[in-house]
């Protein structure tokens, strides 16, 4: 089954940066657009950012100009590096891809709180 696994999570400060790691296994990675998603208690999951296979990328109004989603294929590997933080982003940040696959990993918890 396809795995996700999700690292670099963390309590920050606004204006603060952080960078989230997330690997694949078991899947033909270089072959989906993949994307990070984020939730927050009683609200739906949501679309942050999203890079497909040849590299463009798509965001999410709210983090356009501050976060920036890059792929290594080599690597099976995702990441979102996320600048300017802000309040609003604190949530758990999942890596799938687009669209998602019904199994999730365990997400990675943003903090950002002064």
């Known amino acids: 089954q396809v795995q996700f696994v999700e690292s670099g999570g963390g309590l920050v400060h606004p204006g603060d940066s952080l960078r989230l790691s997330c690997t694949v296994s078991?899947?033909?990675?270089?072959?989906?657009?993949v994307a990070w998603y984020r939730r927050v208690p009683g609200k739906q999951r949501e679309l942050v950012a999203t890079?497909?296979?040849?590299?463009?990328?798509h965001y999410t109004d709210s983090v356009e100009g501050r976060f920036t989603i890059s792929r290594d294929n080599a690597k099976n590997a995702l990441s979102l590096q996320m600048n300017s933080l802000k309040p609003d982003d604190t949530a758990v940040y999942f890596c799938?891809?687009?669209?998602?696959?019904?199994?999730w990993g365990q997400g990675t918890q943003v903090t950002v709180s002064s």
């Open positions: 078991r899947i033909s990675f270089e072959i989906y657009p």
């Open positions: 890079v497909d296979r040849v590299g463009t990328t």
């Open positions: 799938n891809t687009d669209p998602p696959w019904s199994r």
